[in-house]
């Protein structure tokens, strides 16, 4: 650590969240970069597979500033992501899309609630780590090409679109899943919504209007993409 | 095209190789992106495969310069790769790697045999196409990583030395016979190299020499990883 680490990191518990919260996204970019190039197998044309490993890409961009800021809080960045390998690759094989609408609903739904959640938690962090975390999260753009495919997709085959919408309520239902074997087995990390030394925390009325807030956003999305939530 | 349009673009065959050109090596550099993070599936760490991946996104980058460029010729950039999908596919197919050393030797070998070509074509081409060709070409200092893990593996079993100099070989038989393909099939690109207005060509020697010098880069690079060519 430098001299100028603040003063939060003085709690090793604080310290050992932020290296979990690091870790976590950092293994959830690499296998989402991964799983959007396999799916792009799927992709209807070479410009669609193009657009999709350009997600792929922006995503995987992010993983360099994570692993340098573990290496530079003292932490192995691989080791730091490894207690997340299990449940991350589990929901991965639980969601595996059957086709190329499943894998943009995927793509589009399971990054925003991640990017939502990660962007509630940081504000319980540090300035630097906040801010870390909040760039890693940067959507390029990409999102107003899969809601484009998928409306289409629906006014062709009005079917499809209640489908999808059972899909992307699976895969809701799979993130919350892991997401609390992930919350039962770091206890540091769930600490740290609870809060110290310098820093606000959260009591279960505030992790409720949290959670409201997650699922309203959800739902907007799911609006935007023309499905039922 | 632009009125900065070089003046070798108004030889409609001049046009017709540069599209051509610029076609091939981006579905080159979209396929080998493809192939390179389905390899990162072998990688015996998190941390190889957060390595291939990044030679992975690195080609990847290559390809919106090239798509753009394609565009501003007035060429639709998925039609230009289209006729370059069978050739590079079928290479990927007849080379798929049975193990993690055999796809960094072909990430290394394949795609530096790849570079070296098309930096031979460069030197045929407007200023500006030449200039984007060689920045699409970039070696992001990746191939250090490779070579380290090829040689710590050689070191210790001898073994796999030999059956990875064979494997070299096969790539660069394949490499061949698929370039031999697209050859036969787009006569403006071969014709780029016989030279037009304005633009100097080869003569056999020329290209014997042209080839002599892509063999010796070959050997160059097979000695660097300690394998036999």
């Not at 293994?27 to 989402?32: D, F, N, P």
């Not at 991640?114 to 999102?143: K, M, P, Q």
């Amino acid at each position: 650590m430098t001299a100028s680490t603040p003063v939060a990191f003085e709690d090793p518990q604080y310290r050992e969240a932020v290296v979990d919260l690091l870790g976590v996204i950092a293994y959830g970019e690499i296998s989402a970069f991964e799983r959007l190039v396999e799916d792009g197998k799927l992709a209807p044309s070479l410009e669609d597979k193009v657009a999709i490993a350009a997600m792929a890409s922006a995503e995987f961009a992010h993983v360099a500033p994570l692993t340098e800021r573990l290496a530079a809080l003292g932490a192995e960045p691989f080791g730091a992501m490894a207690p997340f390998q299990g449940p991350i690759d589990r929901f991965h094989e639980h969601t595996a899309p059957a086709d190329w609408y499943e894998g943009l609903i995927k793509a589009y739904v399971g990054d925003g609630l991640a990017n939502d959640f990660y962007r509630e938690i940081a504000a319980y962090l540090d300035t630097d780590t906040r801010d870390l975390v909040v760039a890693s999260l940067e959507d390029s753009g990409h999102s107003a090409f899969v809601v484009d495919r998928v409306r289409k997709a629906i006014a062709a085959d009005p079917r499809l679109g209640g489908r999808l919408a059972l899909w992307a309520r699976r895969l809701m239902g799979e993130a919350l899943t892991q997401a609390q074997h992930v919350a039962a087995e770091r206890d540091a990390l769930t600490a740290l919504l609870a809060g110290g030394i310098d820093r606000p925390g959260l009591d279960l009325a505030a992790i409720g209007r949290m959670f409201t807030r997650l699922t309203e956003r959800h739902a907007e999305r799911m609006s935007e993409l023309g499905l039922s939530s």
